[in-house]
């Protein structure tokens, strides 16, 4: 270790610097292979601290340690004196994976022999100064300087930037004289016009939707095609970092471009054990989104590897999810038709020496901190033997598993690859009793479809290495794995396990109840399935984890449904107005528009007779400062009838609650004032049902013992779901199928739910008018 410490000091670095350069023994030992070979050019007292930075640099950039010595002979050589010529030689590297390289391209890629002679820099700093002359003389020492830098360091590509420099500088000062006190001066800055305060708040909440500035109204498809994502480039896999370059690599490569023609291609492998929730719409929208968006295919691929879990329904829920949110799979395929194909796999692998049977227990095999296997070394024979016994049904279950020999990023050792379990698939029945791991089957099945991005949230990175692993272990096609943060919403939960809880509680009706998140739970409460993808697109694709607020997704489907959903009028709590001035059988139509900002869009009738309902809420027997709508003294317009009502007599039951008010209409132009308010009305109207939401949990994020110490289930909103039996809704709603979508005047916007029947139609409220961040 200290002959080591020496090594590296001798080369320049800081007794600090070697120190923690030893922590990192990948690093540290491939900066002492470096230093070696220099020196076994140069001498062990040859290598200055000039070669020395340009060794240590490349040592801790190279991703392909095979080209260490080609690299460091020609920083010893004097061939690569600079960091540009370093990174230029990386860059050739890493897109030249196989050999032989071609040393001539190489050497004229990165500028080796490239003389810049001091007359050839004032030369080209001369031209640039006079392009720029003009503005120079105006602004002088104000003048941006880097724009004369950055022309002539790109017409001097291999030039020293210090030379550069120096030779810009001595130019500008010949011909603009020393600074003046004037030259001295603040630059002032330009006053910025006052952005109106909506604005501000537009942009304010894009910053927090996205949690990173981004490019104001892009949508979805414009984050996602082509350069955006800077993902690799279809064939060009091995320029990722990471990827692992193996002598067959570029063959296979070659064999998958032929297959899919340069297409890209991603998935979508939920596993079939339970129903969609909003995250799974950023990953629906992100796989089918960035296929679509850069002319590729999307697989819709389950994950079937877990019979004890799976059942029909989630399928077809899946499926149906996935159509709704607007997309079609190229292909809906299923791990489970991979079966043979994944056995045969994997007795390769153990003959490669990379798998063995393990009897470890489970539980001996939970955690980081797991003990090593005493079967890790066990002859390859006897694995094939046993791992065939395993398919055979000659273990119970938890009596083996078959495991690979590899480190995960995480820290945990040998992963399982198969474990035993006799319950029948609903695919394949009883044909097996050993099935594949995610670990295993993942990449396999991706390698089999020829996936050419695999995409998935951030918490699989710590399993991107072994997804490369596996794939160049089987010599197999290895696609690239790119990881992005996933969305979580507050006031909910979204795992499984914990709706399953919920519904076996009775605290939620079942996985669609409209309180919860899952996708048929939103589909069931009204939200649009553009207003989901627009809200997918808002957040935006970040790398890092993004928590939103539940009002900002409402925002979104408030936006889709004042355009599309026409409006009615509908009374949650009657109070009963008789108009004493009609005649009892009087009866009009009153005409309504759908859209009242567009009346082009059309119009419904609704009958206005002698009877009609107001909300309770709308009439006040003692008139309060700010109050305008009806009290004994204050007359009232009726929306769309064209008809002011006033007072005349207040009518109520035993124990004083008022019941019913008898009116007097007038025509509204005839009216002495105009009314200060305008109220919605029915009549002649249907019975019907309406469901009210809030947020299902009281607390931000009901998983957290911090703020819930007694679990999610403690933490139930009392009010979370409010049933009115005897709402009134005029009848234009007739003729409404489940799941049509109507704003009901002042109240909200409103869908048709599907308990729905014959003679009662039953009403959920999707979202309030106006965004209240309170509210869910």
């Known amino acids: 270790m200290a002959d080591t410490l020496t090594l590296f000091t001798s080369i320049g670095l800081s007794e600090q610097k070697a120190k923690e350069t030893l922590k990192n023994e990948a690093l540290a030992s491939a900066l002492k292979d470096a230093i070696t070979q220099a020196q076994v050019v140069n001498g062990a007292t040859g290598v200055d601290k000039a070669m020395g930075t340009l060794l240590y640099s490349m040592a801790s950039r190279l991703r392909d340690t095979k080209r260490l010595a080609f690299l460091s002979d020609h920083i010893a050589q004097h061939k690569i004196t600079t960091e540009l010529q370093l990174a230029a030689a990386l860059e050739f590297v890493k897109n030249h994976p196989q050999d032989p390289i071609d040393l001539a391209e190489f050497e004229h890629v990165c500028g080796v022999g490239v003389v810049i002679t001091p007359e050839q820099i004032e030369e080209v700093v001369e031209m640039v100064i006079n392009k720029h002359k003009e503005q120079l003389l105006k602004e002088r020492y104000r003048y941006n300087m880097g724009l004369l830098m950055g022309e002539s360091r790109a017409a001097l590509k291999w030039a020293d930037g210090k030379i550069i420099k120096n030779e810009v500088d001595v130019q500008v000062l010949h011909l603009l004289g020393a600074k003046t006190e004037a030259d001295l001066e603040k630059k002032p800055k330009p006053q910025k016009a006052k952005t109106p305060e909506n604005e501000v708040k537009v942009k304010k909440e894009e910053v927090a939707v996205n949690g990173e500035v981004q490019s104001e109204g892009k949508s979805l498809m414009e984050q996602l095609r082509g350069e955006a994502l800077k993902f690799h480039k279809t064939g060009e896999n091995y320029k990722t970092e990471g990827y692992v370059v193996t002598p067959n690599t570029m063959n296979l490569l070659k064999k998958h471009m032929e297959i899919t023609g340069g297409q890209i291609r991603t998935r979508f492998p939920p596993e079939p054990n339970g129903i969609l929730h909003i995250g799974h719409a950023k990953a629906i929208n992100f796989n089918f989104g960035y296929a679509k968006a850069n002319n590729g295919i999307c697989f819709l691929r389950y994950d079937d590897t877990n019979p004890e879990k799976e059942e029909e329904k989630y399928f077809t829920a899946i499926k149906d999810m996935v159509e709704w949110l607007g997309y079609e799979p190229y292909q809906i395929t299923h791990a489970s038709d991979n079966f043979q194909q994944l056995y045969d796999l994997a007795v390769d692998l153990v003959r490669r020496g990379h798998a063995y049977v393990c009897h470890q227990r489970g539980e001996e095999l939970k955690g980081h901190n797991a003990p090593p296997s005493p079967w890790r070394d066990r002859p390859m024979e006897e694995s094939l033997v046993l791992f065939q016994r395993m398919k055979k049904g000659l273990f119970a279950e938890g009596e083996a598993t078959l495991r690979m020999k590899m480190v995960m990023e995480d820290g945990k050792m040998d992963p399982v690859a198969y474990r035993i379990k006799y319950t029948p ?30 995409l998935c949230t951030k918490e699989f990175q710590a399993r991107r290495s072994s997804y490369f692993w596996l794939c160049n272990a089987l010599d197999v096609y290895c696609p690239v794995q790119w990881e992005y943060g996933r969305l979580n919403l507050t006031y909910t939960v979204v795992s499984k396990r914990k709706i399953i809880k919920l519904v076996e509680t009775g605290v939620v009706r079942d996985w669609d109840d409209p309180r919860l998140f899952t996708l048929t739970a939103l589909r069931r409460r009204g939200f649009p399935p553009v207003a989901i993808n627009n809200f997918c697109a808002r957040v935006g694709v970040t790398v890092a984890q993004v928590t939103m607020e539940p009002h900002l997704l409402e925002a979104c489907v408030r936006d889709v449904l004042n355009d599309t959903a026409p409006r009615a009028m509908a009374v949650l709590e009657p109070l009963k107005v008789t108009i004493t001035n009609l005649p009892g059988d009087s009866k009009s139509d009153v005409q309504v528009p759908n859209f009242p900002a567009n009346e082009a869009k059309g119009s419904h009738v609704v009958p206005f007779t002698n009877i009609v309902f107001i909300e309770q809420s709308d009439f006040r027997e003692v008139m309060e400062k700010g109050y305008k709508r009806l009290t004994p003294d204050q007359p009232v317009g009726l929306r769309h009838a064209g008809y002011v009502i006033s007072v005349q007599k207040v009518i109520k039951d035993a124990q004083g609650k008022v019941v019913e008010l008898e009116v007097s209409c007038c025509v509204s ?76 005047e002042r109240l909200g916007y409103f869908s048709l739910d599907p308990d729905s029947t014959a003679d009662k139609l039953v009403f959920n409220r999707t979202v309030t008018l106006k965004e209240d961040p309170g509210k869910i």
């Open 425 to 454: 698939h609903h695919r394949t029945g009883d044909e097996w009793c050993i099935y594949p791991t995610y670990d295993y089957t993942h990449c396999l099945c991706d390698s089999i479809e020829n996936i050419t991005h695999s």
């Open 669 to 744: 132009t005839e009216a002495k004032e105009k009314p200060k308010a305008f109220i919605h009305w029915v009549s002649q109207p249907l019975e019907c049902e309406v469901r009210l939401y809030e947020r299902l949990f009281l607390h931000k994020n009901p998983e957290d013992p911090s703020e819930v110490p007694g679990g999610f289930l403690s933490d139930i909103n009392p009010r979370s779901m409010d049933v009115i039996d005897s709402a009134l809704v005029d009848r234009s709603v007739t003729g409404a199928k489940v799941l049509d979508r109507f704003q009901f």
